[in-house]
């Protein structure tokens, strides 16, 4: 079982920056493929951005590459996903998740656990 906490979560003017963080609980983390998802009123939960067990690889969405950079640091149990150029279409809440797949990227299905979620919202 993983318990995930995020936090980080605001109200910011476009242009701004974020780093929003994710803690989780248990001691092995590093077993776990990382994620994070966000969700708009009215619209489904879409993928933002994964990372795997050791950090190697990663993986964005379309619409924030270039602009979310995702990070982990296993010591600390803890993801990060730091979000520069934000616009008002990234305010959503924003989903914490891990995986035991080694790889899982933008698969919703491949996640096992799921934090409760952080407000960011963008202002124009």
């Known amino acids: 079982q993983v318990r995930l906490v995020e936090s980080g979560g605001e109200l910011v003017q476009a242009g701004g920056s974020l780093r929003l963080s994710c803690a989780a609980s248990?001691?092995?983390?590093?077993?776990?493929?990382m994620g994070w998802f966000r969700q708009a009123p009215g619209k489904e939960r879409e993928f933002v951005a994964a990372?795997?067990?050791?950090?190697?690889?990663?993986y964005y969405a379309d619409s924030v590459k270039g602009r979310f950079t995702i990070s982990r640091d296993n010591a600390k149990n803890t993801v990060y996903l730091q979000m520069n150029s934000l616009k008002p279409e990234d305010t959503a809440v924003y989903y914490c998740?891990?995986?035991?797949?080694?790889?899982?990227?933008?698969?919703?299905?491949?996640?096992?656990?799921w934090g409760q979620g952080t407000q960011v919202t963008v202002s124009s």
């Open positions: 990372i795997s067990r050791r950090g190697g690889r990663l």
């Open positions: 998740t891990a995986s035991g797949l080694a790889v899982v990227a933008g698969d919703e299905a491949g996640y096992d656990y």
């Open positions: 248990g001691r092995t983390f590093s077993s776990y493929a």
